[in-house]
């Protein structure tokens, strides 16, 4: 099993910045993918960012220019650097790890989910 771990959600100003970090850990053969999702009050989980490990990203609409999402292979966490923060940015922010695992002589492609980490902008 893969454990996924967020920190550095908290509570900032409008315009301002944060910076969340997800390490992943356990039993894998690796991690091919990581990426953040979100999911505010009242709304489906979105995409937020997500990085494969050949480092080739994808953006969210709404967070395009403002965030950037980065991965440090060789410790198996991804950052996920947000600027220019707005009301809306607030929600529950899932980190996502995308592995390879073998269990019981198989390997399988498997997608483990954090616990999530709350992040409200708000003055």
């Known amino acids: 099993q893969v454990q996924v771990v967020e920190s550095g959600g908290g509570l900032v100003q409008p315009g301002g910045s944060l910076r969340l970090s997800c390490a992943a850990s356990?039993?894998?053969?690796?991690?091919?993918?990581m990426g953040w999702y979100r999911q505010a009050p009242g709304k489906q989980r979105e995409l937020v960012a997500t990085?494969?490990?050949?480092?080739?990203?994808n953006y969210g609409d709404s967070v395009k220019g403002r965030f950037t999402i980065s991965r440090d292979n060789a410790k198996n966490t991804v950052y996920l650097q947000m600027n220019s923060l707005k009301p809306e940015d607030t929600a529950v922010y899932y980190c996502n790890a995308g592995a390879v695992v073998f269990n019981a002589g198989n390997i399988r492609r498997r997608d483990y989910w954090g616990q999530g980490t709350q992040v409200t902008v708000s003055s």
């Open positions: 356990g039993s894998f053969v690796s991690i091919y993918a």
């Open positions: 990085i494969s490990s050949g480092d080739s990203t």
